[in-house]
């Protein structure tokens, strides 16, 4: 069963910044939260990741609380490109490094 | 990062008959994962192809099923086997790439679109 739970859908204003939350409040230690998204059935689209700090890159930012169950991808400037599902999984940087994907949330970027 | 392709994109098949999907990588990688998601869902993990040896399913699928082949360090397949309507779904490979340090992220194809009629 997949380890975190996300709102299943949120709208956010074009320009604004769209705050995506997950929970994964049984997270290992050794567990790092990953952020995917999906647009329309394509593949899913790496966005960031990270175990304890916070991390930005050109896409996004991704906050993880100083307990680690609990994290916030966030969409500095929302574009109506980033109308999409998002998903956020944690998983063991070893073993077998497979991805159980939960629910995800449906972002829609408003004009 | 690698590229992924997928053959077919989509198809549409009989009930009974079966379908294989490649999947081929620009790069060698480690490890080789087929995904299945079915309409409005997420996605579930199938398997994951093990080069050389038998792949490893998760539960509620079955090698009769869902047969993987996995030659070499770039390729895969999928089969779905004596298909009905309800394996309709899109079937997507993930990769891991060598090299790729303990965090590293997988990457995904562009999935094979399956209808069953």
């Known amino acids: 069963d997949a380890k975190t739970t996300q709102p299943p859908s949120m709208d956010c204003a074009e320009g604004r910044a769209a705050n995506l939350p997950c929970n994964h409040s049984?997270?290992?230690?050794?567990?790092?939260v990953y952020w995917y998204r999906q647009i329309h059935s394509q593949g899913p689209q790496y966005i960031i990741h990270?175990?304890?700090n916070n991390e930005t890159n050109e896409m996004a930012s991704l906050i993880i609380t100083e307990d680690r169950k609990s994290s916030t991808l966030i969409l500095p400037h929302a574009t109506l490109r980033d109308t999409a599902v998002y998903y956020c999984?944690?998983?063991?940087?070893?073993?077998?490094?497979?991805?159980?994907f939960g629910t995800g949330t449906r972002l829609k970027v408003l004009a | 990062s690698a590229v992924i392709s997928q053959k077919p994109s989509r198809d549409i098949c009989q009930r009974g008959t079966s379908l294989t999907i490649q999947c081929q990588v620009d790069?060698?990688?480690?490890?080789m994962f087929w995904y299945r998601q079915q309409p409005g869902q997420s996605l579930t993990l199938i398997a994951t192809?093990?080069?050389?040896?038998?792949?490893?399913?998760e539960s509620g699928f079955v090698i009769d099923k869902f047969p993987i082949s996995r030659p070499n360090l770039t390729f895969s397949t999928l089969t779905v086997s004596n298909m009905s309507p309800e394996d309709s779904s899109i079937y997507l490979c993930?990769?891991?790439?060598?090299?790729?340090?303990?965090?590293?992220?997988?990457?995904f194809g562009p999935g094979t679109r399956l209808t069953v009629l």
């Open positions: 999984i944690v998983r063991v940087a070893s073993g077998t490094y497979k991805y159980i």
């Open positions: 192809a093990n080069q050389g040896s038998e792949a490893t399913y």
């Open positions: 790069s060698q990688v480690t490890m």
């Open positions: 049984t997270i290992s230690g050794n567990e790092y």
């Open positions: 993930s990769v891991r790439p060598v090299l790729a340090g303990g965090n590293h992220e997988q990457f």
């Open positions: 990270g175990l304890k």
